[in-house]
């Protein structure tokens, strides 16, 4: 009886839990792919884009979050249907006042049928041992090993530095968020940070082949190596080594606390950024703040068979939830940036222009970018806009108010 259970079991690909926390496993070819490439095979990831289904749509998962999530999450269902987006979204609501994981299994079982995600930020309010980041797991649990910001400047908006453009590479899936701590003797805790070559090298050569590919200059490496000479020397000589791929590119690095400086002070000698997992989540939020406030950059997490959408900070926003006050506009160039994924750019540009004519030419601003508007005049506006314009599809015109 056992050995029968054992076999039906198998044959049903059920997800498993192993390690130490929540990470699902399945017996899928494509999972022993991609877990067994060799670095040189991950020089680049290209994430395919998931077949279309449906007559030509997309099944996306939508994880709204805690905070200010869900609303942000009701606006951009809205603006799909107005403007006809080819887009069925799957929502699922993990609940972070609660125990257990069976929310977040089934979230990650979703993307994986689906291939795609849009995102906000999932609270883990349990101090249980057994409860981890639902972020870090999502992100672990589909190697999504590279997060991608763009921080560009809005123009008008009331901002420290004006004119800046940098591309943040961040690596997701190693560094200090390897959630591997313990209490070696009482009162005293260890936290590990892990920093692996092949990681290191994914991440790198990403940096240096987005630069190559968007005809950018320079590669500017942050570490701590002269404290961690281990850890984040390992990371620094990954980066110089794959550098020699990449003559034509300028390769400098700089330190962490120096880099926090210089930003304020001269954002503009950065140009890509390649960082491990908690600077990025430090440089992140500085340029964030340089240019406006976390309310409007996207950012993109990549991987080889998945990617996740979601806004460039990562923030909650739990203070401003359900006021009516929330920017929306990070969470709208996160749906622009997944849409230009699945390869409909049309629907994604009359989104991204409608969106940039609101805050910028006609002015209408949350308070974060010190205008007077709500969440719901920035949306009206976006609609507004939509109905005047039109997306061209491939067999014919469509227009955005149908």
């Known amino acids: 009886m056992a050995v029968r259970l054992t076999q039906r079991v198998i044959q049903m690909q059920i997800p498993f839990l192993t390690r130490s926390y929540p990470l699902l496993v399945t017996k899928e070819k494509v999972e022993d792919v991609a877990h067994t490439k060799s670095s040189l095979q991950k020089k680049l990831t290209v994430t395919d884009i998931p077949s279309a289904q449906y007559g030509g749509r997309h099944a996306v998962t939508m994880l709204p979050g805690g905070g200010i999530g869900p609303e942000l999450m009701k606006y951009i269902r809205e603006i799909f249907r107005y403007c006809g987006a080819p887009i069925d979204f799957e929502v699922i609501d993990i609940d972070p006042s609660t125990e257990g994981n069976e929310d977040l299994e089934y979230a990650i079982t979703s993307i994986k049928r689906n291939g795609v995600a849009l995102k906000g930020n999932i609270e883990t309010k349990s101090r249980s041992l057994a409860e981890v980041s639902r972020n870090v797991a999502i992100r672990n649990e589909l190697d999504l090993y590279v997060n991608v910001v763009h921080c560009k400047s809005y ?12 591309v943040l590479i961040r690596q997701n899936t190693d560094g200090e968020y390897a959630m591997l701590e313990h209490e070696s003797v009482r009162g005293v805790v ?14 790198a050569r990403y940096a240096f082949e987005y630069a190559r590919r968007s005809n950018r200059k320079k590669v500017t490496t942050i570490h701590k190596a002269n404290i961690m000479k281990l850890s984040d020397g390992l990371f620094l000589e990954v980066a110089k080594k794959v550098h020699k791929d990449y003559p034509e590119l300028e390769h400098n690095n700089m330190i962490i606390d120096n880099t926090c400086m210089q930003l304020v002070s001269n954002p503009h000698q950065f140009d890509v950024m390649n960082m491990t997992n908690l600077y990025g989540t430090i440089v992140s939020n500085v340029v964030c703040g340089l240019i406006g406030g976390a309310g409007l950059l996207s950012g993109r997490n990549y991987g080889d068979h998945y990617a996740i959408f979601e806004p460039g900070t990562r923030n909650t926003g739990t203070a401003i939830a359900g006021k009516n006050v929330a920017n929306p506009v990070a969470m709208i160039n ?4 997944m849409l230009n994924h699945l390869g409909h750019k049309e629907h994604a540009k009359v989104i991204a222009d409608a969106t940039y004519q609101t805050i910028v030419e006609d002015g209408i601003r949350t308070p974060d970018l010190n205008g007077s508007n709500s969440s719901t005049d920035v949306i009206e506006n976006i609609l507004k806009i939509l109905s005047t314009r039109r997306v061209n599809w491939p067999h014919g015109n469509f227009y955005s108010q149908f």
């Open 155 to 166: 123009p008008g908006i009331p901002a420290h530095h004006k004119n800046i453009d940098i």
């Open 190 to 203: 260890e936290s590990m940070k892990v920093v692996t070559v092949e990681n290191a090298e994914r991440v």
């Open 334 to 337: 996160a749906s622009v940036d």
